[in-house]
């Protein structure tokens, strides 16, 4: 019986020092969240301050260009494969946003240099692939670049003409059938 106390004292004994541990661990991990928390308070970003100048650089991006503009070219119909290279049909119409007032006439004017390349676009690409909000994402991204690159390159002469000043492209109409 004076045993089997012994044994009881011992396995309690070693209970307390598991719970030590463990009121350490917690009090260095409080420690620690707390110590992190001011580093990123200090450095600005719990304080918004990253915010506020994200929003310092768009307010000056939209006062140099206080109006848009926008040229639209509707009702595309291309061929495009899937993935087992069967044809499909496309009715695509898209709106051009830009910070040029003359872009509508710009656009009209140039036209089939611009369908040709968004052809280009859309024909190295599968149905698939363009039915992803990724793949309308970078459809969009090399849109802008390359018609932003027509623009400024008939534009060139023109020293009143921004480069770069299609901004956005909006998908009006996207049909694949």
């Not at 240099?113 to 676009?121: L, M, N, Y």
Request: aromatic share 4%; net charge negative.
């Amino acid at each position: 019986m004076a045993d089997e106390n012994e044994e009881i004292k011992q396995s309690s004994g070693g209970g307390k020092g598991l719970m030590i541990v463990l009121i350490a661990l917690v009090v260095i991990l409080l420690i620690a969240v707390g110590v992190g928390g001011y580093l990123l308070y200090s450095s600005g970003v719990l304080s918004g301050q990253q915010g506020q100048m994200t929003e310092q650089v768009k307010k000056e991006e939209s006062n140099d260009s206080k109006e848009t503009y926008k040229a639209s070219i509707n009702d595309l119909v291309l061929n495009i494969t899937n993935a087992k290279g069967r044809e499909k049909l496309m009715k695509l119409s898209f709106s051009l946003k830009s910070t040029e007032s003359s872009i509508e006439s710009i656009v009209e004017e140039y036209k089939p240099e611009i369908v040709d390349v968004v052809i280009a676009q859309i024909s190295s690409r599968s149905s698939e692939e363009l039915l992803t909000v990724g793949g309308k994402a970078l459809l969009k991204e090399e849109l802008l670049e390359e018609i932003n690159g027509i623009i400024n390159e008939v534009t060139s002469s023109n020293d009143d003409i921004k480069e770069n000043n299609v901004k956005k492209i909006l998908f009006t109409t996207f049909v694949i059938k």
